[in-house]
């Protein structure tokens, strides 16, 4: 009963956020720089998370693919179709909602629970489409585009790794990868970091936008925002790989 | 002209008040008085519709703003300029920043107008020298100075005040107080003062409308007041008497 009334206050704040996306044109500054934020400002992470990834990839399945009847470019092959169809969109989607949404959950929560939202809505403003609308947005369109920074980290990181400990050599490495490379794997990890862009910053600014109850409400608003973004990606990941693999 | 009728509020399984009704003239001040926790917020929150009732109606100059369309509701919204309780103010921008936000996105001002109407608005509260400062840097008078500010600057027909004065020494109490009296006068500004401060209230208000045992249980004029017999109030009144005697 309570999260199907969630799930309606939910579905009401991105309606509402649809209808007035017409509006939505006043508040192109503000585009900018969430996309600014949820894009650019993530880099550094994702590199690292991608990096890593792709190292200890390489490092794990050389180990336990030790076998003179393996040819070494099936570990280019198996790392490099996971970075794209699977790690990197879902790692560093995980650590997303912990960067971006926990940000954009503590902003809007700050904001609702110091009456700031309520004193852009007595000015005349549409709080969710000066607020919610542009946040939503970056996260659909930066998360795909972090998804080309992870995944080519992540392969650079498997790459790296396997020559630096001397077990794959970078030339076997690339030749696995190019043998598996499967544009569609690429498109499908498009989908779903669109998906997952928009399930974390929409979720999260439900969270914040309905927050209540001082700085308490907030860490519990962003906490809420997090766990729940990370379970939805899980489940979205679940889903859309029994719909479209 | 504000005309509240038979408004009811409840959250869940509160409820707030019921059957309130009273009426604010323009260029009246009105305060609403109250325990803290008796819903004076509430009630100005319905004023310009960021709250529902459950029943009743805030008519705001003849029409129901709650049944308004949304832009229709929105330009009802802007005749008002509102102090909100914390100040809410936006703390990403700076103090001018702050004031300038509502002009720049309701007006087509050039830069140069946007700074004039700014610099006179933060002028009026005596802020001029804070413009450059970042609203963490502010105390909290400064704070609801510069929240007046923003209230005033695109010249509301009406203005709520939150809690003007609650929290602030008695000097920039006062302060407060005159500036309230002072865009009453020189800006033909119709006010609404939520507070429970009593000095405020003598100071500044026309009528009171004081909330207790979740209605509206006394309306009229401070002179009124002053001769009532109502039980409840006259407690509400003395108490905060000894308060000021000491
Ligand atoms: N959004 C809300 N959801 C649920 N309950 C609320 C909400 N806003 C206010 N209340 C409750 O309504 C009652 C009245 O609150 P309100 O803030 O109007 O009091 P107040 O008279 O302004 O008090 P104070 O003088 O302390 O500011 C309180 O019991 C409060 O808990
Ligand atoms: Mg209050």
């Known amino acids: 009963m309570h999260s199907l009334n969630e799930l309606g206050k939910y579905s009401s704040l991105l309606y509402q ?57 099936t570990i280019g092959a198996i790392v ?13 989607s995980l650590v997303l909602a912990g960067k971006v949404g926990a940000r954009v959950a503590t902003e809007l929560g700050t904001m609702r629970v110091s009456e700031q939202i309520d004193a852009l809505e007595s000015m005349g403003f549409n709080s969710v489409s000066f607020l919610v609308v542009p946040r939503v947005l970056a996260g659909i369109l930066m998360f795909p585009v972090l998804y080309i920074v992870a995944s080519i980290f992540g392969i650079g990181g498997g790459i790296a790794a396997g020559f630096f400990s001397g077990t794959v050599p970078p030339a076997d490495f690339l030749q696995g990868a190019r043998m598996y490379f499967y544009p569609w794997n690429v498109v499908f990890g498009f989908v779903k970091m669109f998906v997952f862009g928009f399930i974390i910053t929409s979720v999260s600014c439900y969270k914040g936008y309905y927050a209540k109850g001082g700085a308490e409400g907030v860490g519990k608003s962003t906490t809420d925002a997090t766990v729940l973004s990370c379970i939805f990606v899980l489940l979205a990941d679940f889903i859309l790989a029994a719909l479209l693999l | 002209m504000i005309e509240i009728q038979n408004l009811s509020k409840s959250f869940g399984d509160l409820l707030v008040w019921e059957n309130v009704s009273f009426r604010i003239e323009n260029n009246e001040t009105v305060a609403i008085i109250g325990k803290s926790g008796c819903g004076k917020s509430v009630l100005i929150k319905h004023i310009n519709a960021l709250l529902y009732p459950d029943s009743g109606k805030v008519l705001i100059d003849g029409s129901d703003i709650h049944a308004l ?63 450059s400062k970042q609203t963490s840097e502010l105390s909290g008078g400064m704070r609801k100075r510069v929240g007046l500010a923003r209230a005033i600057v695109l010249q509301p027909k009406y ?29 033909d500004i119709t006010s609404i003062v ?11 208000a026309d009528k009171v409308a004081f909330l207790d045992r979740q209605t509206l249980s006394w309306f009229g004029s401070v002179d009124d007041m002053k001769h009532s017999d109502h039980k409840e109030l006259l407690d509400f009144v003395t108490a905060s008497e000894y308060q000021i005697k000491g």
Not at chain 1, 80 to 92: G, M, N, Q, Y
Not at chain 2, 71 to 83: A, D, I, P, T, Y
Not at chain 2, 163 to 171: A, F, I
Request: a negative charge; charged letters at 20%.
């Open chain 2, 159 to 187: 203005i709520m005040y939150d809690e003007p004065t609650s929290g602030l020494d008695p000097q920039t109490a006062e302060e407060i107080n005159e500036l309230i009296n002072q865009m009453a006068d020189a800006l």
């Open chain 1, 17 to 73: 956020a649809l209808r007035s996306s017409t509006e939505f044109s006043t508040y192109r500054k503000n585009l900018f720089q969430e996309l600014v934020k949820v894009g650019y400002d993530s880099v550094p992470i994702i590199v690292l998370t991608g990096v890593f990834t792709g190292s200890v990839m390489t490092l794990q399945s050389a180990y336990q693919l030790q076998s003179a009847f393996i040819p070494l470019s």
């Open chain 1, 80 to 92: 490099s179709e996971s970075i794209l169809i699977e790690l990197a969109a879902v790692i560093s």
């Open chain 2, 194 to 204: 939520v507070t429970h401060d009593m000095h405020s209230v003598l100071k500044v």
């Open chain 2, 69 to 131: 369309d949304y832009v229709e509701q929105r330009k009802k919204r802007q005749l008002f300029g509102v102090l909100f309780q914390g100040s809410a103010l936006f703390d990403s921008i700076n103090t001018f920043e702050n004031v300038a936000f509502p002009l720049r996105y309701f007006t087509k001002q050039s830069e140069e107008e946007i700074r004039e109407n700014v610099m006179q608005s933060l002028r009026y509260v005596n802020l001029e020298e804070s413009a």
